[in-house]
């Protein structure tokens, strides 16, 4: 790993034992557009994040991906459907029932989204603003990192 981020194995084995309470508190949303259906709708496991998460990583914190792949419990996963061109271009998808009720719609599908939502942003009360998050990542208004602050000036 070390090799790879081309960083001093001492200072990847400091990384990887750190506490990380403070990055806890400044958990960003990751968004995450995927072309083919996952087998469920539930959270990603590590194995399965952590190349899209490497993939999206800012060039100025080589350490980004692992620090989130480490906290992956601390965030809720909420999966969309994006159908362009059709009235419902986006469809929230939860659960393994979703291949029996949906699986003509499906059939069709252009991509799906994966977003993980920090669990201390409560996000009870603003499903609104997270399906305009949503379709602001799928039409290419918002990169793959939101702040908790470009969230909350969205209108709900």
């Not at 081309?6 to 990055?23: A, G, I, R, Y």
């Not at 060039?59 to 059709?86: C, I, K, M, N, V």
Request: one cysteine or more; a negative charge; glycine letters at 4%.
């Amino acid at each position: 790993m070390a090799a790879t981020l081309n960083l001093d194995p001492t200072m990847v084995l400091n990384f990887c034992s750190q506490d990380l309470e403070d990055v806890r508190n400044s958990l960003e949303l990751i968004s995450l557009k995927i072309s083919h259906r996952p087998d469920a709708f539930t959270h990603p496991s590590l194995a399965s994040i952590l190349p899209f998460l490497e993939s999206i990583r800012p060039q100025d914190s080589p350490t980004w991906h692992l620090t989130r792949a480490r906290l992956l419990r601390d965030y809720e996963s909420a999966w969309f459907l994006h159908t362009p061109g059709t009235d419902k271009q986006l469809k929230l998808l939860s659960g393994v029932e979703c291949f029996k009720s949906e699986s003509d719609e499906m059939a069709n599908e252009k991509s799906y989204l994966l977003l993980l939502i920090p669990r201390f942003w409560n996000l009870e009360n603003h499903w609104a603003r997270l399906f305009t998050c949503a379709g602001l990542v799928v039409n290419q208004g918002f990169g793959p990192i939101i702040s908790k602050k470009e969230f909350e000036q969205l209108d709900s």
